[in-house]
């Protein structure tokens, strides 16, 4: 079995009185893509914003290759990292939202230089043949100076996961990154991430895609009311789920 690669213990979140995770204990380890499935609310995405630092959770802690996030040891007790430290480890981790979050005024090309020479400080002939070599990866070669307004929504989602990899993150995180698509749009996205799945990358993805998570997922983690109610092998957890709420919305997602 391979090591942690992102450890989360005790995590807990609020926001104003109402808690949203409740004491979530996870590993994630090198290589694995881990799908997180549940009810809208259940505080997938939540602990999707913990994991790459948008989010500060009251309690708990998550490592990543064994540093702590947001933390640093001192004088034996924990204390809070400044912000330019947590902005250099969340550059280790990329992240895909629903939205695509592009910018407008930015071309498929400049999207994706945009934060490695602004962040990595890499030079903008480096940063451009890297970006030109993923758009490659995303089949988007022939669209490098098209603007977002001139893209479909899977085109779009397919240049927000090019300009994570730009980063050359250590995790890739997806919050629902198909939700936001027509139809036939959904395949060509699951199709990059299958390709990265097959490279070896450690993904954690909110989906609803249960195909997906069949196909492509080494563990499927079951989210109700803030808490994991159940984890397992994707066989397990989505044809023997052993928690009646994870069989009752598997049933309402399949119905």
Known sequence: MNAPKIVIRGLNKY?????????????IAEGDIVCLIGPSGSGKSTLL??????ERAEDGLIWIDGVPQGWKEKAGRLVE??????????????????????FPHFTALENIIEAPIRVKKIARRDAEARALALL??????DKTHAYPSQLSGGQQQRVAIARALAMEPDVMLFDEPTSALDPELVAEVLTVM????????????????????REVANKVVFMDKGSIAEQGEPEAVLF???NSRTKDFISSVLR
């Open 15 to 27: 926001f104003g009185s109402l808690q949203v995770l409740h004491n979530i204990n996870l590993d």
């Open 49 to 54: 914003r913990c994991v790459n630092q948008l």
């Open 81 to 102: 990292l400044p912000t330019v430290d947590v902005v250099r480890q969340r550059a280790k981790i990329g992240m895909v939202f629903q939205r695509f979050n592009l």
């Open 136 to 141: 490659d990866k995303v089949g988007l070669r």
């Open 194 to 213: 299958r390709s990265l799945a097959e490279s070896g990358m450690t993904m954690l993805v909110v989906t609803h895609e249960l195909g997906f998570a």
């Open 240 to 242: 023997a789920p052993r």
